[in-house]
């Protein structure tokens, strides 16, 4: 088995995680960095800090060059981060040491990996998000069909109260919602460009410091933090934990997926299945189980990523190294998890006669609660639970429907409402109406 399922050819279609795959490539993270050498270069030459003739000419190196990942091998683990033997190849490249001189200048190496690594998190937040409307796109309309469909709503593992299918489609999409919603906060908080110098004070890069890292945030389309977070890895937890949450929301998705679509029970239906080396009648939820998977791995990962953000004093190699073993694989759980959905929500099918089977198949135990809040009209609440608790336990071990028992009991009281699935679903249409309208609004 690969060392990562998100890089295997065998695994390749199980972990899907699109175009977010080529932004933790080495090539990525080189052009990347490149990126922000030329960005700095610029800045600096229009402030007057460097030649502007050097930093044009560092800004057509960086775009001209290509640089082999592994012709840095050596000294990136001889140094234990790759942007000396970046700019050491770089100013070779350009082959014009009066420009090549200028190339880095103030910097150190985490202003350089931090910013550029911020460039390629943009890309996966808008990544994530085109897929997560596409998940909306389609669970807008579902929710919206199905307001009024009862179905059995579950506690654990236990059937409680009626509610629709079109609520717990919604129960599914809301928080994707408020997910899209702090994208923007997200994006203007903690896209963060770096420029402190080698340990946060940016003393090489003089009086102008803080002009030059305004020119470069807005250079990149990054925002200026006005300090340095070289120690406070924060911004960074913050991206993480929305991506988290990506896969944990979709990771409920798939639970449930696994629940209405498992034998006995079939309220839905999924149009394609994984299928068994040996029992042929088998149609695995497999998309399904991959959600709940990430799900699980996002957040092991996030908690391995938080022990990485106390680093020691200015700068910690190993806190620094940690952040990089776990963050690409939370970034990639949730990319896997918006491309997997994104599926599996197109092949999600409700069984409606199921779920109207179920309402029979309970002996109407299901309106219970109902039936007590009726009784409470006349008797005490205490007594009219006891009540209903007996007939209850009268009608599971008979076999004879609540709504029998009920009426015979109390043949006053008009109770067909009672034990009517429609008129019991509480808020959940409105629930449901109520996302799908949010949902035609992105």
Known sequence: ????????????????????????????????????????????????????????????????????????????????????ALVAALREEMNAPEHAQYVHWGATSQDIMDTGLM???????????????????????????????????????????????????????????????????????????????????????????????????????????????????????????WFTRVSVCLGKLGNDVIGL??????????????????????QNPVSASALVALAHQASA????????????????????????????????CAASAAQTAKGLTGEISPNTGQMDAVFEGTGATIFAEALTFELARVMRRPEAQAAVKTLCQTALSTGRPLQDLATEAYPDLDLDPVFSAQTQLGQSPQEARSFAEACKAL
């Open 261 to 282: 679509s498992q034998s006995c029970v079939g309220e839905i239906n999924l149009s394609s299945g994984g299928a068994s080396s040996t029992m042929p009648q088998k």
């Open 301 to 332: 990962q996030l908690s391995a990523l938080h022990t990485s953000a106390s680093p020691q004093h200015q700068r910690d190699g190993a806190s620094w190294f940690g952040e990089w073993l776990s963050l690409p694989q939370i970034v990639f």
């Open 119 to 241: 460039l390629r998190l943009r890309q996966a937040l808008a990544a994530v998000e085109t897929d997560l409307k596409a998940i909306l796109a389609q669970l807008g309309p579902m929710a919206e069909t199905y307001a009024m469909q009862p179905i059995a709503g579950r506690t654990y593992g236990q059937i409680a109260t009626p509610t629709s299918y079109g609520a717990i489609v919604a129960g599914w999409g809301t928080p994707l919602l408020s997910l899209l919603e702090e994208l923007a906060t997200l994006r203007r908080s903690c896209l963060l460009v770096s420029l402190s110098g080698a340990a946060g004070t940016a003393s090489a890069l003089g009086h102008e410091a803080a002009d030059l890292r305004k020119r470069l945030a807005e250079g990149l389309a990054l925002t200026d933090p006005k300090r340095s977070w070289h120690s406070d890895r924060t911004p960074v937890l913050r991206i993480a934990d």
């Open 1 to 84: 088995m690969a060392a990562s399922l998100f890089d295997s050819q065998l695994y390749a279609n199980l972990f899907k995680t699109g175009d977010v795959s080529r932004l933790f490539s080495d090539s990525a993270e080189i052009r990347a960095m490149l990126l922000v050498e030329g960005a700095l270069a610029k800045a600096q030459g229009a402030m007057g800090l460097i030649p502007e003739d050097s930093a044009a000419a560092i800004g057509r190196a960086v775009m001209e060059v290509a640089l082999d990942p592994g012709a840095l091998t050596r000294e990136t683990g001889r140094n234990g981060v790759p942007v000396p």
